[in-house]
């Protein structure tokens, strides 16, 4: 018996479709689940757990509008960190500037 896909039925399985496909994706990208230097059963288990873990937090903080998505929180997460490496190494530097002298000739 073939069984007709209506237009709801197919937008309905589409829509679960893309739900996957945002999670795999942010599992993979901002919760870096493939990125472990671990070889021991117990550290891929807990490395694992931890990621997704992480997906969990991001989906309760997107749910309750706190983050707008995932992908911002990774991207602004050392934002800070780096401002004030910067904000030490930059006065150290002056050295480093060029300095010109007038050129004459011999």
């Known amino acids: 018996m073939i069984r007709k896909i209506t237009r709801n039925i197919f937008t309905e399985q589409h829509d679960k479709h893309g739900h996957i496909e945002q999670y795999h994706r942010a599992i993979k990208q901002a ?4 990125r472990f230097q671990v070889r021991s059963k117990t550290a891929i288990r807990n490395h694992l757990f931890a990621a997704i873990y992480a997906y969990m937090q991001f989906q309760k903080l997107s749910a309750m509008s706190l983050i707008n998505n995932c992908y911002s929180v990774q991207r602004n997460l050392f ?17 480093l500037n060029p300095e010109f002298r007038s050129v004459f000739n011999a």
């Open 31 to 34: 919760c870096n689940i493939e």
């Open 79 to 95: 934002n800070e960190v780096i401002a004030a490496f910067i904000g030490t190494f930059m006065p150290t530097i002056a050295h």
